[in-house]
Nanobody, 120 residues
C-alpha cells in the first residue's frame, strides 16, 4: 500500500522559511492529488495546501501569498515552500495523497507528520 514520508520540519524564528518534502511510494499509479494539512494540539486538522496531478492548487486563506505547493508527478513527491512564517503556523504538518479507488471514489493516505515550530 501507499506510504508517505515527510521531511523538512524544524524550529525557525518568525519571518523565516522552511521547505517540506513528501515522497509517496507503493503505488504504480500517480496520485490524483497531494497536499499538506496541519494540526496543533487541541485543534482540528486543517487544509494548508493541495495540488492535483494537473497542477490545480488550493490554499488556506491564512497562507496565501506565503506558502507555495508544488509537485513532481514523476517522482511522486510534493513540496511545500513556507516563507514569512508566523507563530500561528506552528503545528504538525501531515502529507496527504489521494488516489482513485474506483469510479469517482477516492482513498486518502497520510504521512506520520513533521513538526514545524515558529518562535516569536
Amino acid at each position: 500500500q501507499v506510504q508517505l514520508v515527510e521531511s523538512g520540519g524544524g524550529l525557525v524564528q518568525a519571518g523565516g522559511s522552511l521547505r517540506l518534502s513528501c515522497a509517496a511510494s507503493g503505488s504504480i499509479f500517480s496520485a490524483n492529488a497531494m497536499g499538506w494539512y496541519r494540526q496543533a494540539p487541541g485543534k482540528q486538522r486543517e487544509l494548508v495546501a493541495r495540488i492535483t496531478s494537473g497542477g490545480r492548487t488550493n490554499y488556506a486563506d491564512s497562507v496565501k501569498g506565503r506558502f507555495t505547493i508544488s509537485r513532481d508527478n514523476a517522482k511522486n513527491t510534493v513540496y511545500l515552500q513556507m516563507n514569512s512564517l508566523k507563530p500561528e503556523d506552528t503545528a504538525v504538518y501531515y502529507c496527504n495523497a489521494e488516489y482513485f479507488s474506483g469510479g469517482l471514489h477516492t482513498q486518502n493516505y497520510w504521512g506520520q507528520g513533521t513538526q514545524v515550530t515558529v518562535s516569536s
